[in-house]
């Protein structure tokens, strides 16, 4: 029933925009048709941003905040910060010697399909939980076909604004959240060359416990990036949304805060 919705809706609104224009739509007309939402998935970069340690917080400086003698209003801040912070990209670079830096990772892979695949239920809020290739049975044989990035919820955004929960942060100042296998990153860049990148609503694709950080190694081995902290907290279709993942342009960058958002069709489609 649904897809019926989506596809009429879709046909209407295209079939009424030839009409008007006499000519096939532009991607304006679609995007503004009604049709879709756009959703921010990023974290605000304030004092509260949690940062990767040893990494520098979000540093934000007033310097003018007044009326002027005329009148008139004028304000410019300063700020500095660590690359690994808040939603965040990781370029190939930060785990391949010769991976792309943040500044070299062409358009074509940060604007894609998005793909949600929420283990939030298995997790149950686990910090113990490691993402494995049978829990992803159900899909192991889903053919994407297009270029894509794959987001997994693990449920953790909903701590974010407690440093110790969302980190777990151990007595020994060790961390303890959620994170994927190995396994499963060996999985993705084998099976679906056509991912060009794996997000995490967590602090990092490894597990919280990982030192040795295998599924860092693994994507940027392969040219794959990472978006981490992403911030799942509202309602995202796990399938029919396009990704904007626009990172700050740091030319050497091996990461970068990322302003992250998902274009979504209003009725949740059935297709990819
Ligand atoms: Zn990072």
Not at 15 to 26: A, E, I, K, M
Not at 108 to 126: A, F, H, R, T, Y
Not at 147 to 158: A, D, E, H, L, R
Request: hydrophobic share 40%.
């Amino acid at each position: 029933m649904a897809s019926y919705n989506i596809i009429a809706l879709l046909t209407c609104a295209i079939n009424y925009l030839n009409s008007v224009n006499g000519s096939n739509p532009t991607l304006n007309d679609v995007l503004f048709s009604g049709v879709y939402e756009f959703i921010d998935l990023t974290f605000p970069f304030d004092k509260n941003t949690i940062y990767w340690p040893n990494m520098d917080q979000f540093a934000f400086t007033k310097m003018n905040e007044a009326f002027r003698s005329d009148g008139s209003w004028y304000a410019a801040n300063n700020f500095a910060a660590g690359e690994h912070g808040g939603t965040h990209i990781d370029a190939p670079y930060h785990f391949k010697v010769d991976g792309l830096r943040v500044g070299n990772i062409p358009l074509d892979k940060l604007i894609v399909p998005l793909i949600i695949v929420d283990i939030s239920s298995k997790v149950n809020d686990d910090p113990s939980f490691v993402l494995q290739k049978y829990h992803l049975d159900y899909m192991l044989n889903d053919n994407w076909g297009k270029p894509c990035v794959i987001v997994f919820k693990f449920g953790w955004s909903k701590f974010f604004y407690d440093r110790n929960k969302y980190l777990g942060v151990q007595p020994n100042g060790t961390f303890h959240f959620p994170g994927l296998s190995a396994e499963v990153a060996e999985w993705i860049t084998s099976s679906h060359k056509n991912v060009v990148g794996i997000g995490v609503d967590t602090g990092s694709v490894d597990p919280g416990s990982s030192t040795d950080f295998p599924v860092h190694k693994i994507a940027s081995a392969a040219g794959l990036y990472n978006i981490e902290n992403v911030k799942l907290d509202v309602p995202v279709p796990d399938r029919g949304c396009t990704a904007l993942i626009l990172p700050m342009k740091i030319a050497l960058g091996t990461g970068a805060p990322l302003r992250l958002v998902a274009i979504c069709p209003k009725q949740t489609p059935t297709h990819f």
